[in-house]
């Protein structure tokens, strides 16, 4: 079937039952992986950036023409990139330097305009810390006053999690059959987890867990002692996420880079799923889940990106 446009195809992205990486592994119970990046942008963030701008045309928080600004580790910016080009939205897109190059050359293929902010002493490059988000976050708010422009927000907009609370919840409910029983995330905004979460709650008894770096675990409430990690686009030791507030949480994990980095290879090698490091940290904490509180479950969980985005890292060395 020919669409109409590019946005016609984001989301209703196939799911992969993970049975050769959990057999080879002596795992009781299945692992469904939703293959998110095949959305156009190659991410699951393509979702979140159509929701957040059909809300703000809707509501007329954004008006046609209007400039669009994000603060990004290059995969919400990438679908908004997407989305603004299509809807005749200029964008800005404002990123740390310590994300992956390849994510700022892809947006500014996308047509955005690219904004890259300088990180904050002591942070490694591959390594954004909270304390680089915040300057990010000061760059972006600045650009937004200045060019009278819309902020997208996807901490805040709630078109972030209803776009996973309408498609990626029931998505993963109908591939698995109705046999989930837990549903695992590596949180960035929040989003992804809480509209997801909020969907499979409704559909069936589904256990949530939130996924984070371990020693950057503050949604946790535990301490911050190695706020930076290799695991890009989440995990930035912050405990204030609006979107965690009042969302099924059963359980925490923590996964350290070392495990997000072995774990997406082995998807590689063993599954053909060539993801990123937040995909490998999701489903090395669905292995763990398998290995103790869910053993003989089912547990859904999200390859956010491309392994693509990630080449000039240590991901694929």
């Known amino acids: 079937m020919a669409h109409a446009s590019i946005l016609d195809v984001i989301g209703d992205t196939p799911s992969v039952w993970l049975d050769r990486f959990t057999a080879a592994r002596g795992l009781e119970g299945r692992i469904l992986a939703k293959l998110d990046y095949l959305n156009p942008g190659f991410s699951k963030k393509d979702r979140a950036a159509l929701g957040v701008i059909n809300e703000a045309r809707a509501s007329g928080a954004l008006v046609p023409g209007q400039t669009v600004v994000e603060l990004t580790s290059g995969n919400m910016g990438t679908g908004l990139a997407i989305v603004c080009a299509q809807l005749g939205h200029p964008f800005v897109a404002v990123m740390s330097r310590g994300n992956s190059v390849e994510r700022a050359r892809m947006m500014a293929a996308l047509g955005a305009e690219v904004v890259l902010v300088d990180q904050a002493p002591g942070s490694r490059v591959g390594e954004v810390s909270g304390a680089d988000l915040d300057l990010v976050e000061a760059t972006a708010r600045r650009i937004t006053r200045a060019r009278d422009a819309f902020r997208a927000d996807q901490f805040e907009r709630q078109g972030n999690p209803a776009a996973h609370e309408t498609g990626t919840g029931p998505e993963l409910w109908a591939d698995s059959g109705g046999t989930l029983t837990a549903f695992a995330d590596f949180v960035g905004s929040g989003g992804t987890y809480a509209g997801t979460i909020a969907a499979l709650g409704r559909l069936g008894d589904v256990r ?69 490091f937040s995909g490998g940290a999701n489903v090395a904490a669905a292995a763990a889940l398998l290995a103790g509180p869910e053993r003989g479950g089912v547990v859904g969980v999200v390859i956010c990106d491309s392994g693509l985005k990630y080449l000039s890292t240590d991901l694929w060395l």
């Not at 706020?227 to 996420?241: C, K, M």
């Open 208 to 276: 949530g867990y939130v996924v984070e770096p371990e020693g950057a675990a503050a949604a946790s409430g535990a301490p911050v002692t190695a706020p930076g990690h290799p695991i890009q686009g989440g995990g930035y030791a912050r405990a204030d996420l609006t979107f965690l507030d009042g969302a099924r949480i059963d359980g925490f994990v923590t996964v350290t880079g070392d495990e997000a980095r072995d774990t997406a290879r082995a998807l590689a090698r063993e599954e053909g799923i060539f993801g990123g």
